[in-house]
């Protein structure tokens, strides 16, 4: 039996090496997430600010003209505002910079490989920390993001009730104003 390595099979420090490729590929995967999910919350600040403005102007506009329905535009009002203020809440708690791993900087890292007691004494032993590295601020990263998607997708939930609450409103209004 031939106990030689095959030459196409890899090493196992060239294996650890591409898993930490693999490992920076989902970290930057997991970057571009997060800037997306700030530009989402982004958009939709915006959003929910024009409505805010839009709701107020159009229930002062209907205050006026409708006199004897002063309550009911109130009450409207003041539900819609707080579905609005509610969504922006949660936007604005998905934008918060939450606490998150970071990777070790250059000081760090040369106190524990060079200057610790147990200084790595192989490729292998620093390429599995890399990885270790790697792996916890990826995994950290993809915590906060799942938080940050939660909230986003609340807010976007409340957005939608707003759109539905604005319509029932408008019929009501509508309706008695006609009656």
């Not at 109130?74 to 606490?99: N, Y």
């Amino acid at each position: 039996m031939d106990t030689k390595k095959d030459k196409n099979e890899l090493s196992y420090n060239e294996k650890l090496k591409h898993v930490i490729e693999y490992g920076k590929l989902a970290y930057d995967m997991e970057q571009e997430r997060e800037q997306n999910t700030y530009n989402q919350c982004g958009q939709l600040l915006t959003s929910i600010s024009i409505l805010l403005v839009a709701l107020q102007g159009a229930s002062f506009e209907l205050y006026k003209m409708l006199p004897k329905y002063h309550i009911l535009i109130v009450v409207f009002s003041i539900i819609l505002t707080i579905l609005l203020l509610t969504s922006m809440l949660l936007l604005l708690v998905a934008r918060w910079p939450h606490k998150r791993k970071f990777l070790r900087n250059a000081n760090e890292l040369r106190e524990y490989a060079v200057d610790s007691d147990e200084p790595y004494t192989s490729e292998m032993e620093f390429l599995n920390q890399t990885i270790s590295d790697l792996s916890n601020i990826q995994a950290s990263l993809d915590k906060n993001n799942k938080k940050r998607t939660n909230c986003t997708i609340a807010s976007t939930i409340l957005l939608y009730v707003f759109f539905g609450g604005l319509v029932l409103a408008g019929l009501t209004i509508f309706i008695v104003a006609i009656v």
